[in-house]
């Protein structure tokens, strides 16, 4: 039976292959310390790649005949797959976007063949810079300084998972012409005897202009949320590669499932944002500056589908999970941690009692001032 | 002999007109407010009335009870606090340098007393003076004690309440001497506990808690969206293909300055050589 998977091992010794963060494009086994260079393997895998797709393929039509009256129902069917380890031939299931994986029975690196083939092969793919235990300790870094984290959280809370995935985004590219209207003010003051009279002059300034946005990324996976994902930005895309499977090995890989089209709204609301910024400061010489309205329209687009590197963090507190991620490439750590109530109490009582005093006095100095204090 | 006998004569009813004399122009003192209206200031004597209501503005039931009241408070203190009320000032004499005079001629004794002070009201112009001497102005301060003493009368005066602004004026001064003895330092009003002050004080403390406490939150979590691309923008790309503004048109707006006191009284703080103290103004 052919393999509809393809296990990323040592061309020189067979071990498990995986990429080590900050290699740039060299892999070496850990094992036989063999080094490999990314080109070389990827032209290695490529026809078993092909063949597993082949593979693949074939099983999948015959589940098309049998599902029905196998254990998966017809929903589980559509969104799940089963692939056969080339390590260790026990039967690997992913989801319909997984892309690389490791085999939970072997814990070999696994490509999923057919899922990085014609219109789904990215064109870039950052790799991984930063590793697990860099990872971790941002994590710890990330709990200094919060007074408000439950005193009990590092000894019982429970690091579940650590988890390095590639994560589908979409990098847009384009030149906008914007134009804007905007309201300006400018104002000014004299004491006329008893009287401050201001004088406000009020303007309609537009403008129009060009300006080039590069790589704008928007993730196009349904999984990944959208305000982890522009928290862990921006991106260093001086390190972008083009696209390889090797980089993937070791790590879990999705491709996408939100498409360029439906990403690019997003991507065309930031930069229209960004847009209005810009002409905004072109005026000048205001007091306030307000937009009325603005239009873009952009040319010379493009979009290039990428992986990023990200690091995945799980944690379990009282039964509830908390999720962190950190920029695979950049290292930028983002999070959400469990408030303690009791000390947000403690702490906001202690500040009020504290100030107090000078609270008092600034409202009687303030009384005094206005003719209240008696 | 008889020449000798004449001359011891008119020698003794001259020493007893010269004495008759003096005796008649001390006695006058205690009208002070008339000599003054006679272009002279205010001459000595040694003992004063600490009322001396020459506008007569009050009944006798009045004075008299004024005059114990002032009597109570100068025993009391070991000062001399005097209310003193005229038609008009003699001309060519300042407000301030008459009630100065008057204090220091006929109510100040720094060797004997502890301070004293004096309410000159000038009816016919609707003036008034407070003039404490340097000893009671170190207890009653120009700045503090003078201002406060002057928010309770002043209003009475502009009333024409004026015996109820000699009572609060007494009773201001009472006070202030109190606290003075008690406390050792000038009465501040700013000083005394408010539970106005309190009540907003306890407001804005609270502020100030929930104001960390959102900011101890804030930093529990650092996941947020991002609206712009500004990362991505390419610097210096901007190229302004069209600029144009336009006025449109002007607006005014108007504020009138606030008064600090919004009716028709002013006042004033002054000391002179002598270190005598005290405020008024017109009422």
């Known amino acids: 039976m052919a393999d509809t998977s393809v296990s990323y091992k040592c061309p020189s010794c067979g071990a498990p292959l995986g990429y080590s963060p900050g290699r740039g494009d060299r892999i070496k086994c850990e094992y036989c310390e063999t080094e490999f260079a990314v080109k070389d393997l990827d032209a290695y895998f490529a026809e078993a790649e092909q063949l597993a797709a082949k593979a693949q393929a074939a099983k999948e039509s015959k589940w098309q005949n049998t599902s029905e009256t196998e254990q998966w129902d017809a929903e589980s069917a559509t969104i799940m797959r089963a692939m056969t380890c080339s390590s260790c031939g026990a039967e690997i299931v992913c989801d319909n976007n997984t892309m690389a994986t490791e085999c939970v029975y072997c814990g070999n690196p696994t490509m999923v063949p057919g899922r990085f083939e014609g219109g789904l092969m990215p064109d870039y793919i950052i790799p991984f810079k930063k590793t697990k235990a860099e990872a971790v300790a941002a994590m710890k870094e990330f709990y200094k300084g919060k007074w408000l984290l439950p005193s009990n959280y590092a000894s019982t809370s429970r690091l579940e998972k650590i988890q390095g995935m590639y994560v589908p985004f979409w990098l847009y590219t384009s030149m906008v012409e914007s134009s804007a209207e905007f309201e300006a003010t400018s104002s000014r003051s004299w004491d006329d005897g008893d009287e401050t009279i201001t004088e406000t002059k009020h303007y309609r300034c537009s403008r129009i202009g060009n300006m080039d946005f590069c790589r704008v990324p928007v993730d196009g996976s349904v999984k990944m949320e959208d305000t982890y994902m522009e928290s862990i930005e921006p991106f260093d895309y001086a390190d972008v590669q083009p696209f390889s499977t090797t980089y993937m090995a070791g790590y ?9 089209e439906q990403a690019q709204v997003k991507a065309d609301k930031r930069m229209e944002n960004s847009a209005m910024a810009n002409l905004a400061a072109t005026v000048r010489g205001y007091d306030t500056v307000e937009l009325q309205e603005g239009h873009i329209n952009k040319s010379d687009t493009s979009v290039d589908y990428a992986m ?52 008092y006095g600034i409202a009687k100095f303030v009384l005094w001032a206005i003719g209240w204090f008696d | 002999m ?3 006998i004449t001359l011891f ?96 001629k006929h109510y100040s004794d720094k060797d004997s007393l502890a301070g004293s002070l004096l309410l000159l009201q000038v009816t016919g112009e609707r003036f008034y003076r407070i003039c404490t001497d340097p000893q009671m102005r170190q207890i009653i301060t120009d700045d503090v004690g003078i201002p406060y003493i002057q928010e309770r009368v002043v209003p009475c005066l502009q009333e024409d309440n004026y015996y109820e602004a000699y009572t609060a004026f007494a009773d201001c001064v009472d006070m202030m001497l109190d606290y003075y003895e008690t406390e050792g330092e000038p009465y501040d009003p700013f000083d005394e506990f408010s539970f106005l002050a309190l009540f907003f004080g306890l407001i804005g403390s609270s502020c100030v808690g929930y104001l960390l406490y959102s900011y101890l939150a804030a930093g529990m979590s ?62």
Not at chain 2, 18 to 44: D, M, N, T
Not at chain 2, 77 to 94: D, R, S
């Open chain 1, 252 to 260: 879990l890989a999705d491709k996408y499932d939100v498409d360029a």
């Open chain 1, 308 to 359: 990023v590197p990200v690091w995945i963090l799980s944690s379990t507190y009282q039964g509830k999970q908390y999720t962190f991620m950190m920029n695979g490439q950049t290292g930028k750590f983002v999070g959400r941690l469990p408030i303690d109530t009791k000390k947000g109490f403690l702490y906001g009582g202690l500040a009020g009692l504290v100030s107090l005093p000078l609270t």
């Open chain 2, 2 to 4: 008889k020449k000798l």
């Open chain 2, 9 to 104: 004569t008119v020698l003794l009813l001259s020493l007893s007109a010269v004495a008759l004399a003096a005796s008649e122009h001390e006695g006058a003192g205690v009208q002070q407010p008339q000599q003054a209206q006679s272009g002279k200031l205010p001459a000595a004597k040694a003992v004063q009335p600490l009322v001396v209501d020459e506008a007569k503005v009050m009944t006798q039931e009045q004075r008299q009870e004024l005059t114990e009241q002032l009597e109570d408070i100068s025993q009391r203190h070991n000062i001399k606090v005097a209310l003193i009320t005229i038609k008009n000032l003699p001309k060519g004499v300042t407000k301030e340098k008459y009630a100065e005079e008057l204090l220091l």
């Open chain 2, 222 to 283: 650092n996941v947020q969206a991002e609206v712009g691309a500004d990362a991505y923008y390419k610097e210096g790309s901007l190229e302004l293909t069209h600029r144009n503004d336009t006025y449109l048109y002007t607006t005014t707006t108007v504020v009138q300055h606030s008064r600090s006191d919004d009716s028709s009284s002013d006042s004033d703080s002054s000391s002179s050589s002598s270190g005598c103290g005290g405020g008024g103004g017109s009422y």
